[in-house]
């Protein structure tokens, strides 16, 4: 469940200065798919103050969308709806992206309220004959043609009409990454590379040869008739990849207990410097748990077509895998109880990620972070918690559950208001998502079938290891 400190207006410091010029800065060097085009229409245009201050509003919006993505991952896909966005003033509040900041009192905290639109002054004159196209449209796989479903080319267009009355224009273009919300209806997908599929074939290959004391398949059905080398080959790699899975998954924990081992000794240290490092290597360790929950779904959707597949013939049919397999085949299907023991530590590793990424922002490490990364350790908790309450069936329990996570994001919002909009944002639509289980479980509908698919992994495992016949089968 997530729980977190309360803290006081005062007790918050937004971005100084430097940060917010550093944070751009950065910004500005990592856009590698930026595209830039001046016009004017029916004449040579001469470059002026006006040009400058369609470069300033158009690095703008830039800088704002690029936020809003980042810090609201809801907003890409209202990038998605807007499509070819309408053309608007600049001023009078007409734009989404400009309002003036003319709060002077409480320069931690701005209210929605508070955020006035340009209307007077002579930042209204400058810049009343400028207008502001937002558009976004889907960029093409240049091999298939099909557009890739998380990446979108924004353009931004800045027109005005300069001093002279005639009509200009600045573009301004750029690659944005993000995930559309109707992804989450469709069950996963996973893209295997072709190093991946070879490195799984070969070892697929390899450990089919260590059954037959060095025998490679093609020899090997030569004398067994009936034999089917794809589905000798499919059996052999999918005990080749279950082994792999079980043994890295081994490993990582391993490798997480000796940093959870590290941390609590740091942790007991009287010396404050110990607290700085014990936070950075929670920050490993919640990392780390996410890959684990990540590696071990990632897994069962590459071993999802062998489950569906020829497995089940090589153990209900043990002609196809030829004699010597066969006769082992009690010994071969401990890859399947593998398997189906690791389905079950999904809901662990759920549960593990969570609770360490709700460790950096309790006491007494919330008082070592920067306050900028508070609410990315937020977002992280509450999409963990949020696969967690859909690894789990629909019930009373799981009812009581998604509305204390509910009534959780409501408190983190009254919270962050005022100091964080884009972060609000992203809390106001996660709690629409989160209304009622209907809603929730529809959005997220493919992951909901991708759960249930792990949890039927028991049941299939045991019905094909009932399928073995009853010859086959050591004592």
């Known amino acids: 469940m997530i729980e ?40 040579e245009t001469n470059f002026t103050d006006e040009h400058y201050s369609a470069m300033f509003l158009a690095q703008k919006v830039l800088e704002d969308i690029n936020n809003k993505t980042i810090d609201n991952p809801h907003f890409f896909s209202e990038l998605i709806h807007a499509a070819e966005g309408e053309e608007k003033s600049v001023v009078n509040g007409c734009s989404p992206y400009f309002q003036l900041l003319e709060n002077t009192v409480n320069f ?24 502001v196209q937002v558009s976004s449209a889907f960029v093409e796989d240049p091999a298939t043609k099909e557009p890739y479903s998380n990446l979108r ?6 027109r005005w009409k300069s001093k002279d009355n005639s009509l200009q ?37 390899a450990k089919i040869s260590e059954l037959l004391e060095g025998q490679n398949i093609s020899e090997y059905i030569k004398t067994n008739p009936g034999a089917d ?13 279950v082994r792999e899975t079980i043994d890295k998954d081994a490993a990582r924990l391993d490798e997480i207990q000796s940093c959870e081992s590290d941390s609590g000794l740091l942790i007991s240290s009287p010396d404050p410097l110990n ?72 809901p662990l590793a759920l549960a593990a990620a969570e609770r360490s990424y709700l460790r950096l922002i309790n006491s007494p490490f919330v008082e070592i972070i920067p306050k900028r990364k508070e609410p990315d350790y937020l977002k992280k908790a509450i999409d963990i918690e949020k696969l967690g309450l859909l690894e789990k069936p629909e019930n009373n329990d799981s009812e009581k559950q ?47 079938q991708y759960f249930e698919y792990v949890g039927s992994i028991p049941a299939i495992t045991k019905k094909i290891i009932a399928s073995i016949p009853p010859g086959y089968i050591k004592k």
Request: aromatic share 12%; proline share 3%; hydrophobic share 40%.
């Open 169 to 205: 224009d600045y573009e301004i273009s750029q690659f944005i990454n993000g995930i559309d919300e109707e992804e989450f209806k469709k069950f996963p997908e996973i893209f295997v590379s072709t190093e991946i599929k070879k490195k799984i074939a070969d070892g697929g290959a």
């Open 229 to 241: 080398a794809k589905v000798i080959q499919d059996l052999g790699e999918f005990i080749y990849f």
């Open 4 to 43: 977190f400190r309360k803290q006081t207006d005062s007790g918050h410091s937004g971005f100084s200065l430097v940060e917010a010029l550093i944070a751009f800065s950065l910004l500005v060097v990592s856009l590698a798919g930026l595209l830039v085009t001046f016009q004017g229409v029916g004449k």
């Open 402 to 448: 998604l509305g204390s996570l509910r009534k959780t994001i409501g408190s983190i919002e009254a919270r962050f208001i005022g100091h964080h909009p884009n972060f609000t944002d992203y809390l106001r639509k996660e709690k629409e998502i989160c209304q009622d289980q209907k809603t929730f479980r529809n959005y997220y509908s493919g992951i909901v």
């Open 275 to 346: 607290n700085i490092k014990a936070a950075e290597l929670l920050k490993k360790i919640a990392r780390m748990y996410e890959d684990r929950t990540l590696s071990i779904c990632y897994s069962f959707l590459l071993l999802r077509d062998y489950l569906n597949g020829n497995l089940a013939k090589a153990f209900a049919e043990p002609v196809l895998i030829g004699k010597t397999l066969s006769s082992s085949l009690r010994d071969l299907s401990f890859s399947l109880e593998d398997i189906s023991d690791l389905s079950f530590q999904v």
């Open 153 to 158: 080319k924004v353009k931004i267009k800045i």
């Open 108 to 131: 931690d905290r701005l209210l929605p309220s508070e955020d006035l639109p340009i209307a007077t002054g002579p930042l209204f004159e400058q810049l009343k004959n400028y207008s």
